[in-house]
Nanobody
Framework: QVQLVESGGNWAQSGGSLRLSCVAS????????MGWYRQFPGKERELVAT???????AYADSVKGRFTISKDDSKNTVYLEMNTLKPEDTAVYYC???????????????WGQGTLITVSS
């Protein structure tokens, strides 16, 4: 089995910064991509930032220039540095990864438990 465990600050004032971390653990044979999504109340989950299969980065337009995704492959960890936070960034943030388990031929999507990020005005 695989677990994605998120950590990091959960409250900031408008204009402030937060950093999220997500560690993947378990019987991992390989990780194809890792990224971050968020979900607003009553809305579908949406992409925030991700590493692609070509190991490039992709960002939602709403966070470009403010958020930075990075990773440490040796630690199976992905980070999200969030700067110049706005109240409209308030949402539940989820870590996502496509992982192949030991003994498996397939990459499957896994999700973290989600962490509520609140930005006050």
């Amino acid at each position: 089995q695989v677990q994605l465990v998120e950590s990091g600050g959960n409250w900031a004032q408008s204009g402030g910064s937060l950093r999220l971390s997500c560690v993947a653990s378990g019987s991992i044979a390989g990780i194809l991509t890792m990224g971050w999504y968020r979900q607003f109340p009553g809305k579908e989950r949406e992409l925030v930032a991700t590493f692609t299969v070509k190991n490039t980065t992709a960002y939602a337009d709403s966070v470009k220039g403010r958020f930075t995704i990075s990773k440490d492959d040796s630690k199976n960890t992905v980070y999200l540095e969030m700067n110049t936070l706005k109240p409209e960034d308030t949402a539940v943030y989820y870590c996502n990864a496509y992982i192949k388990l030991s003994g498996s031929d397939w990459f499957q999507p896994y999700w973290g438990q989600g962490t509520l990020i609140t930005v006050s005005s």
